[in-house]
């Protein structure tokens, strides 16, 4: 599995995002804002915690606010990855009061959004309590994925591949179509691709056939608990083992007592619950 350190995101990957989700949201205008609040007034506001999460996504908030006001001024209070409780001032945002408040609920979507997947990854990880290592999927929101992968970083979880183009996967519907595991191995190798070769087994005996076959990565899916163990005891550290299929945070701690290497969740993206936060906004005195 690639390691990715948890840091900034390139502006380049949410750029283009974010002018469509204003785009989407905005309309031919925001006919409230615009009638309501004086062009020239400024205005002062907080993105608050309502809840204990982790928080990740204040640069893709920041550039929502910037795109309708290219001079507002975004304070950082508590950094990505910051653990949060009830109350905390998350980040200040000075500028335009009517750009602030058109902005505000996209904002606050992505914000929400990532928070909540961070927050849950964090949960998986300190589940595992460092015997296991948590990867996420590609189950992710479409156009997203990127974001998505980023939060479950802030959160302390680790990345499964990016894409279909970055990692080697062989699933059971590729080993169907193959004919077996060693079929599918056979054609993998034959294509001399400079990555470590993963693939799934939904038995004990297609573990064998991975292994034999000289898999880096095999994937048990869906196996029972004492299978799981069994897997790992025949694989014997030659291979790495991935857990998957059925998990859930409270399975976690028993799945890492088996000496599985990884557990890939899809959960943490696909069905993570928004972090619940708030703009508070004023005049700007």
């Known amino acids: 599995m690639k390691s990715v350190p948890f840091g900034p995101m390139d502006p380049g990957t949410y750029r283009e995002i974010v002018r469509r989700a204003l785009a989407e949201d905005l309309g031919w205008g925001d006919v409230t804002t615009e009638a309501i609040v004086d062009a020239d007034l400024r205005g002062r506001g907080e993105i608050v915690a309502k809840c204990e999460c982790v928080i990740a996504g204040l640069d893709v908030a920041a550039e929502t606010f910037r795109q309708l006001d290219p001079s507002v001024v975004f304070t950082v209070h508590k950094p990505d990855g910051s653990q949060c409780a009830y109350g905390d001032v998350l980040a200040e945002v000075r500028g335009a009061a009517g750009a602030m408040l058109t902005a505000e609920r996209t904002a606050l979507n992505v914000l929400q959004r990532l928070s909540g997947i961070a927050t849950l990854a964090q949960r998986f990880v300190q589940a595992a309590g460092g015997r296991i290592t948590i990867l996420d999927t590609r189950k992710t929101t479409p156009t997203l994925r990127a974001l998505e992968k980023y939060a479950v970083r802030a959160g302390g979880a680790s990345n499964h591949r990016a894409g279909l183009d970055d990692a080697i996967l062989i699933k059971d519907n590729h080993i169907r179509l193959a ?17 470590p070769i993963e693939i799934e087994a939904q038995s004990l005996e297609q573990v064998d056939e991975a292994l034999a076959a000289g898999a880096d990565v095999i994937l048990v899916d869906n196996l029972p608990i004492d ?53 508070e906004l004023e005049p700007d005195a």
């Open 179 to 195: 004919g077996g595991v060693s079929r599918a191995m056979e054609r993998m190798r034959a294509a001399r691709h400079e990555l």
């Open 227 to 279: 299978e799981v163990r069994e897997a790992v005891r025949r694989i014997n550290r030659r291979a790495k083992v991935e857990i998957s299929g059925g998990v859930t945070l409270e399975r976690i701690p028993e799945l890492a007592s088996t000496g599985a290497d990884y557990v890939s969740v899809g959960a943490l993206t696909h069905s993570a619950p928004a972090a619940d936060l708030s703009f």
